[in-house]
């Protein structure tokens, strides 16, 4: 029956793409919204059917007379699937609302509004399939699904030069990766017999091939969930798609690619071992650092919002890794303990990503800026939205009662369990990727109230920022629901692990039993004396005090007076005399110097008279990506010098291309005979 | 092994040899020579102490001798010739600015987790009460040697070959209660001697290339002349 | 839970603890301020004076910019709310309360996370220049801060096998006395990152108004009357708490651990004598140093994180294994 409801989602999903073609006929409120209702049902089947899998702990299989003839689609739905189904569920629900009003921004563009609509609806299919998919085949084919119908989302807006470079790369890395997670299958499927899971699931491997195996996993999955040095195509493509695509591709796309990693690794895989949970924890711990340095100097919104998702990603690996490390050294209770925070965070950075995001896309819907720099002052014109965005904002920078605390609290816990380990050497390294992950923490805060900071607050630096309006009800819907939702996850850990649990319980073959054993107000991962939280309690205590000191505090007070703010005696402050985003973050790139590749030019005008009066300065800043410089434009060179090379053999001579004929024709012939 | 179970005298051996540790770390993080110059004496004094120590812990009393010594040469005598030496080449306030500080706060960690991943199958053979303290003795030679790698004016390269010998004597008091007196003597009076001569030596090179910057050195090759 | 017999009183007994503390802090910053007059020869204001200037700002009418929004108003309660919250989990007088439960020090460590935030947005709120640069300032210490904070907290931890602080309260009161070379390291790494983060000379001043000295006071600089209030009080719990928590962790000598008027009493004092103590060694420190500029500070917290590193290390390499 569950497996029934996931086949309508998917069903819904492609029948979402097909009516969106409807709006190349007749431009109507069926048309517009006709497919957005559709996507929503996909939505809510796919939580239905996912939190079915995950409450009743199902393993659900089917064989579909889809594919080849003799190689039969193999479709499954278990607690792991059942998760992440839930997970891109949530956020297509939310999508689902936000979108009717946001599309129509592009009714007035080039581009028919039909293939935004086909697209999205094969995109939605594609990352359902990829879950469901059992058999190397079908995943492959899905997830060809899911990489090319974004590719067409992402260059959406193609009349963009730097779009269409930006959906290249995207195209690019997609299909190395695609082709390293083919070779990995190819791996497990020579141990296997054949290409289902099944099948990889019992085989033994050898120890060399099943590192080989999981390298090619983690290099493969790892392109496509953002992983650094593998992480250029996100910071390009995730912001020039439209905002609501932006959000499914970071929420959710990702999350994907994290889901194959699992499956490949702790399902068919199998036996793991530390070392490769050391790879991923150092792996995961750059990529956190990093990508924080990275958001903390942009000045683009979704730029900056892409690669706090290669932060975040880092963050699930860390957690990954932890798990890994304790699975590898037989302690299967901490490894649990470390796979439910990477997958709370998994769920976590999907809803208040996906919470920025379509923030993100309401200020541009408004103001038609993405540029920190121009905005200000939003909190005043956009109060709903301004709302909404402090939830992201306050969750994804890990504060207490929200949901980005719980996570990364429990991934500290997790941390914290080192000394169980015998090597003294692992004992040493875990807490300095503790405290790193603390450092990263800290740095995300700092970049977000830098956004918060600089787009809501203040004046409004631009004319479009001063007169923007509020969004429609549809986009508040569905980033409120998003927005309740950080909270109730935030407020009810013990609740979520209690339901997540049966992943764990389905790879590793335990449950954390005392994670949520002091009931529903306490979450204990090891034991009420190592470590306790109560996040409701927290959340009481905080609404308490406030409600008090208002009650107490505004009795027989007179009224607030509103008076100019403190100027030095200087005279009227303007918009330009405030913050800028470049200029909050420049403590931090002082400090942090070396991370990025820094250019910086400040031009001094003179006035004629007198020479010593300065009537203008321009200051230039502009930060790139050390990756790009150091790995990716020498290993395109290098592709460009091999393909000049080889090209050497197109001489244009016909006797030179009679002569290959003739050269092979004698090899052949000598090999028959 | 519960600390709580060990001798107070025990516990103070190990306060000690953590605290010869930190002067390694502080040698790598100070720019001026007159604060490494006493961070290297104060190693001296802390490697005198833990040197008596193990004498009471162990009941070796000839590593009292040893301990005198080592307070008399390496924190009184050798600091005092070098700081009258950068007194009269005049560079007693020179600043050398550290390229990269977190660098090499990283790089020192990273030696000190080696050389405990490297001491580790000596600590599990060995029987003696010091043995804990073996890793942290080759991080001291370690950490020497990344400060001699690391600077370019020849004093501080001076102190981090001192403080390689440093660590040598240590690792040799915690792993096998020192050595015989005829080779601790000789290898201190080595050292002396090899004090007295970079002295002369720092005057020449001084001459010769007008500078006592070490990168400098390869002005001495032929084609340079 | 490590509940006591009778819960109803444990919780009572929570509560007054929290109000105690609250009530306490101001008279712990009237201390400091008293010392330091004495130390730097002059004439010092009276120990209630704090007191005295937190009713001033109470009775006083609100005078807000212009443009101040909704969370301008709403940042003070939310700063004093997660300060009264984390003022409850730190054990003052007795361990073992239900409120050391609520959270451990990753927690704790998230609510003085959580008062900075809103107090750093409410200084952008206005769109002055100084707010600003209180904001980013703050930010980018309280980050550097951040892992020399959670290495020394490992350390602790890992001595203890816990993060609950009552638990760790304990484990130190009954290990007797040992010389661990972890917690001297570990000591000394949170008392820098506690003068770092309180806003203590070097690192930012607390009785400045210039604006190239400013951090906590140029966030703070358009506020008044009830909010400016609820700020102060809550810094100076802050302080209050940092002070507590290194006197209770590593010197637990007389915290009381069953909740009869006795060991109460012995806690209270106890907790007095520790606190005047440490305020000294704050004053002294900070009159003998002098106020860095704020690129140096990177250094200082870097001294730090390597101090709790170190502790770290030798807590893995010296006190543990066969």
């Known amino acids: 029956m569950a497996l029934s409801i996931a086949y309508l989602a998917v069903i819904a999903a492609l029948a979402s793409a097909v009516f969106a073609l409807g709006t190349n006929f007749r431009r109507n409120v069926i048309t517009r919204t006709l497919p957005f209702l559709l996507l929503g049902a996909s939505g809510v089947a796919a939580v239905a059917a996912g939190g079915w899998a995950l409450l009743d702990n199902l393993k659900l299989t089917q064989q579909l007379a889809l594919g080849l003839p003799w190689m039969h689609w193999h479709l499954r739905l278990d607690a792991l699937s059942g998760f992440f189904f839930a997970v891109v569920g949530l956020l297509l629900t939310a999508v689902s609302f936000y979108g009717p009003a946001y599309v129509r921004e592009f009714e007035s563009s080039k581009q028919p509004l039909s293939v935004l609509g086909l697209f999205t609806g094969l995109f939605a299919a594609g990352m359902l399939l990829v879950l469901l998919a059992d058999d190397a085949f079908a995943f492959m084919v899905a997830w060809e699904l899911m990489s090319v119908s974004s590719y067409f989302l992402v260059t959406y807006q193609h009349q963009n030069a730097p779009n269409r470079r930006a959906g290249f790369l995207y195209l690019l890395m997609a299909h190395v990766g695609a082709l390293a997670i083919l070779l990995g299958f190819g791996v497990l499927a020579g141990f296997g017999g054949n290409f289902t899971f099944d099948a990889m699931r019992a085989a033994t491997l050898a120890p060399l091939w099943a590192s080989i195996a999981f390298a090619l996993a983690f290099f493969g999955f790892g392109m496509k969930a953002g992983l650094v040095p593998v992480h250029a195509w996100l910071p390009e493509a995730h912001p020039v798609a439209p905002s609501h695509i932006s959000a499914l591709m970071s929420g959710v796309m990702l999350k994907v690619a994290i889901y194959g990693f699992i499956r490949v690794t702790y399902d068919l895989v199998g036996h793991i071992q530390w070392q490769w949970g050391l790879a991923v924890l150092v792996v995961g711990t750059t990529s956190a650092l990093l990508g924080v340095l990275y958001t903390l100097m942009q000045s683009d919104l979704k730029r900056l919002l892409a690669y706090s998702s290669v932060e975040n990603i880092g963050i699930i690996f860390m957690g990954l890794g932890l798990s890994m490390i304790f699975l590898g050294t037989n302690h299967p209770v901490l490894g649990v303990i470390g796979l439910i925070a990477a997958l709370y965070h998994v769920l976590n950075h999907a809803v208040f990503k996906g919470l920025l995001f379509l923030g993100a896309g309401a200020v541009l819907y408004r103001t038609h800026e993405r540029d920190l720099e121009h905005m200000g002052g939003l909190i005043h014109r956009m109060p709903v939205t301004a709302a909404l965005f402090l939830v992201g904002c306050v969750s994804i920078s890990a504060l207490p009662p929200f949901n980005g605390f719980v996570s990364e609290w429990l991934t500290f816990q997790a941390a914290l369990q080192t000394p169980k380990l015998e090597s003294g050497v692992l004992r040493a390294i875990l807490p300095i990727a503790a405290a790193l992950l603390a450092l990263t923490g800290a740095l995300a805060a700092a970049a977000f109230v830098k956004v918060y ?7 409004a630096r631009d004319r479009r920022a001063a007169h923007a309006r509020e969004v429609p009800a549809g986009m508040l819907i569905g980033m409120g629901m998003l927005a309740v939702l950080c909270l109730v996850l935030g407020v009810l850990p013990t609740t979520v692990i209690d339901i997540i649990d049966a992943v764990p319980r389905l790879l590793i073959g335990q449950a954390p039993p005392s994670l949520t054993a002091h009931g529903w107000l306490w979450l204990t991962p090891v034991s009420a004396d190592v470590a306790s939280y109560s996040a409701p309690l927290v959340l009481a205590a905080i609404a308490i005090t406030f409600f008090i000191g208002r009650l107490l505090l505004r009795r027989n007070a007179n009224p607030v007076r509103r008076s100019a703010p403190w100027d030095c005696g200087f005279g009227p402050l303007n918009a330009r005399m ?83 004929s003739f050269a092979t024709l004698l090899l052949l012939l000598w090999i028959v005979t | 092994m519960n600390l709580a179970s060990l001798s107070l005298y025990h516990q103070a051996l190990l306060v000690a040899a953590a605290l010869v540790l930190f002067t390694s ?22 490697l005198a102490i833990v040197t008596a120590l193990v004498a009471l812990v162990s009941d070796h009393p000839h590593l009292y001798i040893s ?11 050798i600091p005092w010739m070098l700081h009258r030496l950068s007194a009269r080449l005049n560079i007693l306030h020179e600043v050398e600015p550290i390229r990269n500080p977190s660098m090499m706060l990283v790089a020192g960690a990273l030696l000190v987790i080696f050389s405990y991943y490297v001491a580790t199958p000596i600590v599990h053979l060995s029987t003696l009460v010091t043995r804990n303290t073996i890793a942290v003795s080759m991080a001291v030679i370690l950490l020497g040697m990344l400060l001699m790698v690391s600077r370019s004016k020849a004093v501080a390269q001076v102190v981090g070959f001192m403080s390689i010998e440093n660590g040598l004597f240590f690792a040799a008091v915690v792993s096998t209660y020192g050595m015989p007196m005829i080779v601790e003597l000789g290898i201190a009076f080595d050292v002396l001697v090899a004090m007295v001569l970079f002295g002369v030596f720092f005057f020449q090179i001084r001459a010769s290339i007008d500078s006592l910057d070490v990168d400098r050195m390869n002005r001495l090759s032929e084609k340079n002349e | 839970m490590n509940l006591a017999p009778d819960p109803v009183m444990a919780w009572t007994l929570a509560l007054i603890q929290t109000l105690l503390f609250i009530a306490a802090a101001p008279l712990l910053a009237g201390w400091v301020k008293r010392i330091k007059c004495h130390m730097q020869n002059r004439a010092a204001p009276s120990l209630f004076q704090p007191y005295r200037d937190l009713v001033k700002l109470f009775r006083k009418d609100v005078v ?23 003022a409850s989990v730190v054990p003052l007088v007795a361990a073992h309360l239900p409120t050391a439960a609520i959270a451990d020090v990753i927690v704790l460590v998230g609510f003085f996370a959580l008062a900075r935030f809103f107090l750093a947005l409410a200084g952008m709120d206005i769109g002055t220049a100084f707010g600003g640069m209180g904001s980013s300032r703050e930010m980018t210490i309280a980050s550097l801060a951040e892992p020399a904070m959670l290495m020394a907290v490992f350390t602790l931890a890992m001595i203890a096998s816990t993060t609950n602080l009552s638990v760790v309260i304990e484990h130190n009161l009954h290990a007797g006395l040992v010389l661990r070379p972890s917690l001297l390291f570990a000591l000394l790494a949170l008392a820098m990152v506690a003068v770092a983060e309180s806003g203590r000379i070097p690192v930012d001043n607390p009785a400045t108004h210039l604006e190239l000295t400013m951090v906590h006071e140029a966030m703070i600089l358009e506020y008044s009357a009830r909010h400016l209030a609820l700020i102060e009080w809550a810094s100076q719990i802050k302080l209050m708490i940092y002070t507590v928590l290194i006197a209770n962790i590593f010197w637990p000598w007389g915290i009381a651990e069953a909740f009869t008027p006795a060991a109460l009493s012995w806690g209270v004092v106890a907790i007095t004598a520790k606190l005047a103590l440490l305020a000294m060694l704050l004053v002294v420190w900070e009159t003998v140093m002098a106020k860095m500029r704020l690129f140096r500070v990177p250094q200082f917290l870097g001294f730090a994180f390597l101090l709790a590193l170190l502790g770290m290390l030798t807590h893995v390499i010296l006190e543990t294994g066969t």
Not at chain 1, 629 to 652: D, N, Q, W
């Open chain 3, 64 to 86: 807000l910019a212009e443009n101040a929004s909704w969370l301008f108003r709403a940042a003070p309660y939310v700063v004093f709310g997660a300060f009264i919250l984390a």
């Open chain 2, 25 to 46: 770390f502080m040698m790598l993080a100070t720019a001026r020579i007159r604060p490494l110059i006493f961070a290297f004496a104060w190693q001296g004094a802390l």
């Open chain 1, 578 to 660: 405030q913050y800028t985003a470049a200029a909050f973050a420049q403590p931090i790139r002082r400090v942090f110097g070396g991370v990025w590749k820094v250019q910086e030019q400040v031009e001094v005008t003179r006035a004629s008279a007198p020479a010593t009066l300065v009537s203008g300065v321009r200051h230039q800043l502009h930060i790139s990506d050390w990756s790009w410089l150091k790995l990716y434009e020498p290993i395109g060179r290098l592709v460009l010098t091999g393909a000049r090379h080889i090209g050497h053999l197109h001489s244009g001579h016909i006797r030179t291309y009679l002569m290959y």
């Open chain 2, 67 to 77: 301990a005198l010594l080592t307070l008399g040469l390496k924190a009184l005598l």
């Open chain 1, 453 to 459: 900071g600089v787009a809501f607050l203040g004046k």
